[in-house]
């Protein structure tokens, strides 16, 4: 048989590589058929003959494609073989005579764990015998839980109703028929190899009670002890040695990383939403069950069936329990070195463990001798000896972090118990820099604080954060979010079920979003204005008789200007230094707004006393009318009479060139209605509609009676302008011009005004 197959091989030796033949007949193919009529034994026994056969057993991709030949249907030989013979070609190909190891490096290497992508020829037969009942194959049950392991999404009831199959159960050349038809001749995996035996088992329990829809899950796998046989012998790409990872674990493959997606789809916040949701529902599933991760972040986050689910749970640890023997440093929570006995530092001769700390968590500084030396003796008898770049202290302060090998005996700090508030703040590093596109801290590629942000990492305060947060998040939402997790005191960190009720995941884009929570702030700004002076403490719909007086102050205001059937375009707006539709909330804060508003109402005061006497003394106005700084715009909201507030919306606020020549002109005309314009606000209104905008629901009572006294008294002192006051004032203009014709002059310049900026007459949806 062996001199048979020889002469006419599919493949020939030349040179040191395997060259495929064109040329040959398809002995090869036909003679391992099961179909042919040759005894199994026989056949086996050749196959290994030809293997070992001089000619080619030293070269290792022989057995591989022997094995891949196909006959002249297009079947593989591993495929129409016996099954003694196709695990005999197995052991040849695979690792562990079923994991086909894609070629290339490792999709993951670090000092502790390699994960390489695979393909496994073995896992629908190990399905099978797990699930099949006796010698009746598989019913409809033990078919939808196979089915389960393989594609969580699918339809698997329709699936086995469609299957192909004699009776009504499955048997196994059924099954396998199946699979082949549905995911191919094997399925794709990731393995992981694992240095440490107690991270290993740590794994294997954490995810014991998890469900698969959170977690990525482990498949059912070969043995311990063939993994154990085989790994001793196995090198990967790069000639890395497997030896020394001999725990090894296999798990579904993952589409990507939420490290590859940031860093290749560069997600927007249309996706980004969406992807940390279910970051949030996987962390809620696992604080359900009295777990943390402990080393939440991108690169033990895939995306699975569509789904982002958690990975790498050797860190996981049960609420209460110590943390610390695996960590990331760039995305721990800060230090706090307060101890209730002020004379004792925290790392001491006695191991600081009788000590009470607030609110510790996972940084401590070593500085002196004596702690040098206690850290130093710990590490230098631990097993782990790969550790020591990772845990040696690190920053001008001689920073590390609390952790710890083996069972944490005689550790020279005090140990952090786990909490779900330390994946909280992970989760908020996350967030941070999916929207700011940089880290919190600056990392290494193990997302380790670099040594010069080691000090930063271990001693943020909650100025600092805040001031880090606004200047790099414009996602108004998203940075509160993230301020309400990058909280130093860890029992004032928002809590998962809290994100998950937070407005950021609620809605479709910002402006829903936002709507929803300015309807939940909506009450508390209410709340917030009763407490201050009365003369702001209603902040009520105007009444008839409100709006009654309103016409009669508007009609004094404005006598001397022009009749009411003159007018066409809006007579009542305002002026502001500050655009509220796209203010950043991170630039200024609600008390600097308001504080801002009220500085600004005394300038237009003044402004319009120096205009006045200007006008009077026939000088030139321009200067007059600098109400900010050069190049600094303006912007003119349009006032809604009956609420007394500004009006946003449409093409308003309308921004204003204060460079412009148009701009004094525009002054000039507009000066008495600009003065009257602040007469006709409803301050508490309109206060408390800025704050909503700005997303705060109150602000201290003594800054706003202090605002609301600056603005009263700006509004009672500002002067009632007349149009004889104007012909003075207006350029270009004879000495004996009537009144009525300087007026008519100020409304066509109006009139020109809005018919540059809202050509449409809609006048934010205002009416007379």
């Not at 794709?188 to 977690?215: N, S, W």
């Not at 414009?474 to 509160?480: P, Q, R, T």
């Not at 600097?592 to 009077?616: E, H, I, N, P, W």
């Not at 002109?665 to 408390?688: D, E, S």
């Amino acid at each position: 048989s062996v001199t048979l197959l020889l002469g006419d091989l599919p493949l020939r030796v030349e040179g040191g590589s395997v060259v495929r033949r064109h040329d040959h007949l398809h002995t090869w193919s036909q003679y391992l058929d099961v179909g042919t009529p040759v005894d199994k034994g026989v056949r086996l026994e050749a196959v290994q003959r030809l293997i070992r056969h001089p000619d080619l057993r030293h070269h290792p991709s022989v057995a591989r494609e022997l094995a891949m030949t196909t006959d002249r249907e297009g079947r593989t030989v591993l495929q129409t073989t016996d099954a003694a013979t196709r695990d005999l070609l197995k052991g040849y190909l695979f690792f562990c005579g079923r994991y086909e190891i894609v070629d290339g490096p490792p999709i993951h290497i670090s000092a502790t764990a390699v994960v390489v992508h695979a393909f496994d020829h073995g896992l629908f037969k190990q399905l099978f015998d797990l699930h099949a009942t006796g010698g009746r194959g598989l019913d409809r049950r033990a078919f939808v839980a196979c089915s389960r392991v393989l594609s969580p999404t699918k339809n698997h009831e329709a699936a086995f109703d469609g299957a192909s199959k004699d009776g009504p159960n499955l048997t196994e050349h059924e099954y396998l028929r199946h699979c082949s038809h549905a995911y191919g001749g094997s399925m794709r995996v990731a393995i992981k190899f694992m240095r440490h035996g107690a991270d290993h088992a740590r794994e294997l329990d954490a995810r014991t009670h998890l469900d698969a829809e959170f977690v990525v899950g482990i498949l059912p796998m070969a043995d311990t002890s063939t993994f154990a046989d085989h790994v001793r012998s196995l090198v990967l790409h790069g000639n890395l040695n497997m030896r020394e990872f001999p725990n090894v674990l296999v798990m579904p493959a993952a589409d990507r990383s939420l490290e590859d997606i940031f860093l290749k789809e560069r997600p927007d916040d249309t996706k980004i939403r969406p992807m940390m949701r279910d970051v949030a529902l996987a962390l809620a599933h696992l604080h359900s069950h009295g777990m943390i991760h402990g080393d939440l972040k991108k690169l033990n986050i895939l995306r699975v069936h569509q789904t982002l689910q958690l990975i790498d749970l050797d860190a996981a640890t049960r609420v209460g329990d110590d943390i610390g023997s695996k960590f990331s440093s760039g995305i721990l929570p800060p230090g706090n070195n307060i101890i209730t006995n002020t004379r004792t530092r925290i790392l001491s001769l006695a191991f600081s463990s009788r000590f009470y700390l607030d609110h510790v968590e996972m940084f401590v500084q070593v500085t002196s001798p004596t702690e040098v030396d206690a850290y130093e003796t710990y590490w230098k008898h631990a097993d782990r000896v790969e550790w020591w770049p990772k845990v040696q202290p690190r920053g001008h302060g001689g920073w590390v972090v609390r952790s710890f090998r083996g069972r944490a005996k005689n550790v020279p700090y005090q140990l952090v118990k786990a909490s779900p508030a330390i994946d909280m703040w992970a989760f908020g590093c996350m967030l941070f820099q999916l929207y700011s596109e940089a880290e919190l801290v600056p990392t290494d590629r193990n997302q380790d604080a670099d040594d010069d942000a080691m000090d930063r990492a271990a001693t943020w305060t909650a100025d600092a954060l805040g001031r880090r947060i606004r200047s790099k998040v414009s996602n108004g939402l998203a940075a509160d979010l993230i301020q309400r997790l990058l909280v130093v005191e860890p029992e004032n960190r928002m809590g998962v079920r809290q994100v998950l009720d937070h407005a950021y995941f609620h809605g479709t884009d910002d402006a829903s979003v936002l709507g929803i929570k300015l309807d939940q702030l909506q009450v508390q700004v209410a709340r917030g204005f009763n407490a201050i002076d009365t003369k702001l403490d209603t902040v009520v719909d105007l009444t008839k008789e409100n709006v009654n007086q309103l016409a009669t102050a508007k009609r004094d205001l404005m006598r001397g200007i022009f009749q009411a059937t003159e007018v066409t375009v809006p007579t009542s707006f305002v002026l502001l230094p500050f655009n509220l539709v796209v203010h950043d909330p991170h630039d200024e804060t609600a008390e600097d707004v308001m504080v801002k508003t009220a500085s600004f109402l005394q300038r237009v005061v003044a402004m319009g006393d120096k205009f006045m006497q200007a006008a009077k003394a026939n000088k030139a106005i321009g200067a007059t009318v600098r109400l900010v700084a050069p190049g600094d715009p303006l912007y003119l909201y349009l006032i809604d009479e009956v609420m007394g507030t500004p009006v946003s919306a449409g093409v308003y606020p309308i921004r204003i060139d204060t460079k412009s020549d148009e701009y004094v002109r525009f002054m000039t005309v507009a000066m008495p209605y600009i003065q009257t314009g602040f007469k006709c606000l409803n301050w508490a209104n309109t206060a408390a509609g800025w704050l909503k905008v700005l997303g705060v629901p109150s602000l201290d009572s003594d800054v706003m009676a202090r605002v609301a006294t600056s603005i009263e008294s700006a509004t009672k002192s500002s002067s009632v302008f007349d149009f004889d006051v104007l012909q003075a004032a207006v350029e270009a203009q004879d000495a004996g011009v009537p009144v009525e014709q300087i007026r008519g002059a100020a409304l066509r310049q109006l009139e020109r005004f809005f018919q540059a900026f809202d050509a449409t007459g809609d006048y934010a949806g205002l009416e007379r």
